[in-house]
């Protein structure tokens, strides 16, 4: 009698959760104020994490810049520093456990807590399997995924004394695909999915409640490592502007998980019910098989 009665009470509740969605999609939820907040953003030197700064700034949040590439950060810092906005920066290698915990004091000692982290930084390599390095294979997890750990073990525990603050994850769409020739980065970015979504639910069972949480899985973005891609190719790399506009929305209105282009979703779905041969057609079918062995050529012509 007693699980009859949950049953009912599980799915009652279930239906005003649907409910209460439907209500937030025709009116969006008000998006929050973030004035006056310490944002630490890492691969701040260029593409979307510079202009994450710069939106972050726009809203008169207060940065943390980190990255490896020092003339990058220091560019970034420069225009970051026209909207009047504090900024430090830091060049950090985030591969090392070590130096982000070092990095982590730093900041403590010189801004403040951290109440906005955008674990942003990754690397890819665009290799077949069997052409990657082991060094390679571990300076991808390291930067893509092992980082984030480092990160919010550093910053979340300020959050949670208070129970306020946001941790925003880039990882990818192929964190929940695959794609052959980037077995490395697929296995990191699916990592970091897993990562987020647990770490989630740790704050949940915590009560936490007023620390947000929010995982972003954009598409390939049209950034300078993208502009040559052949124009045929399907989807099309996302515009940057859009896609960092779309992130900021998605911070602003606490949205707790947003994947880009939206059909993505559906594609996601289509994997855990079509046929393993179905896949492996429309791979070929729409030039994964050869995509990223274009990426590897532009990044070797221009980087």
Known sequence: MHFIL?????????????????FKWIWP???KSIAGEVCLITGAARGIGRMLAL?????????VLWDINSKGLEETALLVSEFGVKVYCDCVDISSRENVYKAADKVRRTVGDVSILVNNAGIVYSKDFFELTDEEVMNT??????SNFWTCRAFLP?????????VISVAS?????????????????????????????DLIKRRNYGIKTTLICPHLVKTEMFDDLAPQRYPPPLDAEYCVATIMDAVLSDKPHLTMPRFMYFLHWLTTLLPHEAMVRAQFHYGTFDLMEDVGEIKKKNF
């Not at 599980?10 to 409910?19: A, P, R």
């Not at 695959?178 to 647990?198: C, L, R």
């Open 55 to 63: 939106e972050f700034a726009k809203k008169e949040a207060n940065l």
């Open 141 to 146: 997890f390291n930067v893509n995924t092992l």
């Open 6 to 22: 949950e049953t009912i009470l599980f799915i009652l509740d279930m239906n005003v959760i649907f409910i209460k969605a439907a």
């Open 29 to 31: 939820k008000t998006r």
């Open 173 to 201: 769409t192929l964190g929940f695909l695959a794609a052959p020739g980037v077995t490395d980065y697929v296995s990191s970015k699916h990592a970091v999915v897993g990562f987020h979504n647990s770490l989630a639910f």
């Open 158 to 166: 300020a959050m949670m004394e208070k129970d306020r603050g946001h």
